[in-house]
């Protein structure tokens, strides 16, 4: 093998392993939706249909308003009028009504509302609890444990909740 050919052979692995290296971070940071009408979650049965609003909820009050989820629909739009508090997630970033992005505070036993608003169902977690909410989908949530910390979206911080007493 010429030296020649040597060098065009090292460039190509390099190339192929470039263009490995992206295509790995890219789905990393983008996950591949699935298309199943249902998932395993928790041992639950889980709806994860487009327009369907939770999966499971494991917080210490159940999840309410299991309504239609899809934006500018009857019960989207009410429920983002009823509640008083409601942190919407895009891309797994939250953006709370209030003060926008940062620390919501709440008190100890109010509702609030998480609004997903990717295509792709996503776990949403917080101490003392934890929703698996569909693509487009909302939760209604009371939350009860003291304390500031991160409401996560699949494990990534997402958005600060203070709950004062």
Known sequence: MSNRNKWIAIGIIIMLVAVGAIWYAARKRNPTAHNASSEQTNGKEANTTPNAAIATSTSA???VNLGAAAKGTAAYTAAVEKYQYRIQFSQCHGVNNITGAGTLAI???DKI???????TAHTFAW???SVRIAGYGYA???VSVLGQYPITCDGGGAEQLNVQP
């Open 107 to 109: 008190r100890q036993g």
């Open 127 to 129: 101490k003392g609890g």
């Open 61 to 63: 009050a159940p999840s």
């Open 113 to 119: 509302m998480l609004d997903n608003r990717d295509g």
């Open 140 to 142: 209604i949530e009371t």
